[in-house]
């Protein structure tokens, strides 16, 4: 998912902030995607550049606050991001979890280690999975491309966790060693 469009879709439904956007992001699109805010921000200035959005600067109320920049999608970002939704995409699916780039690599460091690291990211899905639980209900007054894939990030979800806990079993119960040893007597 190119971080430009997916910011042009963001502003079709309201003037942002760049700290907004990314929040929304990643709160609503974590499964699909993550992003920081310094792509945010690049991202924002190129588009600004290219006249996809404007930017309004927003002084800070009476009480306080941050100096913000608000945005705007243009008519020529308007353009751009029709262009780009009827386009087809390029790739098949795509996972990004830097989780499981390390998982991946976990044989070749300490099992007791790998386990604590596995125990942690169980804990931190089964939040994000009751988080999207509590959330399913908002979503569902939203259209239904945007409730499916809300409903979809909580079926994706709720399949890391379970598959998390059974590779988990696997590791603890030593399957992998089981695997080795049999390979030695080949």
Do not use: C
Request: net charge positive; hydrophobic share 35%.
């Amino acid at each position: 998912m190119a971080i430009k469009y997916a910011i042009l879709g963001l502003l079709h439904y309201q003037d942002m902030h760049g700290y907004r956007i990314m929040k929304h992001i990643q709160r609503n699109f974590g499964h699909m995607w993550t992003i920081n805010y310094g792509q945010i921000s690049r991202s924002l200035k190129d588009m600004e550049k290219e006249g996809l959005v404007s930017m309004q600067d927003v002084v800070p109320s009476d009480d306080g606050g941050p100096h913000k920049k608000l945005y705007s999608i243009t008519p020529k970002g308007r353009e751009e991001f029709a262009r780009w939704l009827a386009s087809f995409p390029d790739k098949g699916m795509l996972i990004r979890d830097p989780f499981l780039l390390r998982f991946v690599f976990f044989g070749f460091g300490e099992r007791d280690q790998a386990l604590k690291i596995i125990d942690e990211q169980i804990r931190i899905y089964e939040e994000q999975l009751e988080r999207r639980k509590k959330n399913i209900a908002h979503w569902s007054g939203y259209p239904d491309y945007v409730r499916l894939t809300a409903e979809l990030g909580l079926q994706f979800n709720r399949t890391y966790v379970n598959w998390l806990k059974r590779a988990r079993k696997e590791i603890a119960d030593g399957r992998e060693e089981k695997g080795k040893k049999g390979k030695e007597k080949e």
